[in-house]
């Protein structure tokens, strides 16, 4: 088959992709750069890396935005097939991964502003909500992280008697309650406050407590507990 024009192979060996980052390391690679290596090849019309452009300006040439589409979003992209989308939704995924992946053991919480960037980087592609909760030790220490129920747009509903099973599996001592509100909006509902005494209160009988009620989007969090309503 004759090779057409827009062949990344005819480019100058220090401007593929591969080779320069064999060359100079990773870092030092464009975005659009380090797609088109996962997507591999182009189409007949156009090389990996104006592939990888389009994918890119799909996500608002925002990777966070990026995170957030769809394996059939990104195929709507002429020349991204469903195993070139699979390829960039692991990779996505791995790197949003290795941004939460703080090592538990050594991870204390003493206020807020310690856990809320740990929340926000596990809960902030979610696009509907989601209820999850951390399982600390006596010394504040994350023993586990665990999505409890997953909602709709506007919310979500999670059983307290599931939470507080789950927190007797986990030997947890204290829990902290987290959400996420993909409407941007951190203004906790009537239903949050509501549920959180609930849990609260069940969670006093079994000599667990409840530190905090954290609400995150990507603009930022809501503490119930430094707001004083816990």
Same mark, same amino acid.
């Given at each position: 088959?004759?090779?057409?024009?827009?062949?990344?192979?005819?480019?100058?060996?220090?401007?593929?992709?591969?080779?320069?980052?064999?060359?100079?390391?990773?870092?030092?690679?464009?975005?659009?750069?380090?797609?088109?290596?996962?997507?591999?090849?182009?189409?007949?019309?156009?090389?990996?890396?104006?592939?990888?452009?389009?994918?890119?300006?799909?996500?608002?040439?925002? $990777?966070?935005?990026?995170?957030?589409?769809?394996?059939?979003?990104?195929?709507?992209?002429?020349?991204?097939?469903?195993?070139?989308?699979? /390829?960039?939704?692991?990779?996505?995924?791995?790197?949003?991964?290795?941004?939460?992946?703080?090592?538990?053991?050594?991870?204390?919480?003493?206020?807020?502003?310690?856990?809320?960037?740990? $929340?926000?980087?596990? $809960?902030?592609?979610?696009?509907?909500?989601?209820?999850?909760?951390?399982?600390?030790?006596?010394?504040?220490?994350?023993?586990?992280?665990?999505?409890?129920?997953?909602?709709?747009?506007?919310? /979500?509903?999670?059983?307290?008697?599931?939470?507080?099973?789950?927190?007797?599996?986990?030997?947890?001592?204290?829990?902290?309650?987290?959400?996420?509100?993909?409407?941007?909006?951190?203004?906790?509902?009537?239903?949050?406050?509501?549920? /959180?005494?609930?849990?609260?209160?069940?969670?006093?009988?079994?000599?667990? /407590?409840?530190?905090?009620?954290?609400?995150?989007?990507?603009?930022?969090?809501?503490?119930?507990?430094?707001?004083?309503?816990?």
């Amino acid at each position: 088959m004759q090779e057409h024009k827009y062949s990344i192979k005819q480019w100058a060996k220090d401007d593929r992709p591969r080779e320069k980052l064999l060359l100079n390391g990773a870092e030092n690679l464009s975005n659009s750069e380090l797609l088109a290596i996962l997507i591999h090849n182009g189409s007949k019309e156009k090389t990996a890396v104006d592939l990888a452009k389009e994918i890119l300006k799909l996500g608002k040439d925002n $990777l966070g935005e990026l995170g957030k589409l769809s394996i059939k979003e990104l195929m709507k992209i002429k020349g991204i097939g469903e195993a070139k989308a699979i /390829t960039i939704a692991a990779a996505l995924e791995l790197g949003r991964r290795r941004q939460a992946a703080v090592p538990l053991e050594k991870l204390a919480v003493s206020s807020s502003d310690d856990i809320a960037h740990f $929340l926000q980087a596990k $809960l902030k592609d979610y696009r509907h909500e989601v209820f999850a909760v951390l399982f600390l030790n006596r010394a504040n220490k994350i023993n586990h992280f665990e999505i409890i129920s997953e909602g709709g747009i506007t919310g /979500t509903v999670a059983d307290p008697r599931v939470i507080l099973r789950k927190a007797l599996e986990e030997d947890a001592v204290n829990i902290i309650l987290c959400h996420n509100h993909p409407s941007g909006s951190l203004k906790p509902s009537r239903a949050d406050e509501q549920l /959180t005494a609930k849990i609260k209160e069940a969670a006093r009988y079994l000599d667990i /407590t409840v530190l905090d009620h954290i609400i995150v989007s990507e603009d930022g969090y809501y503490s119930f507990a430094d707001e004083g309503i816990l």
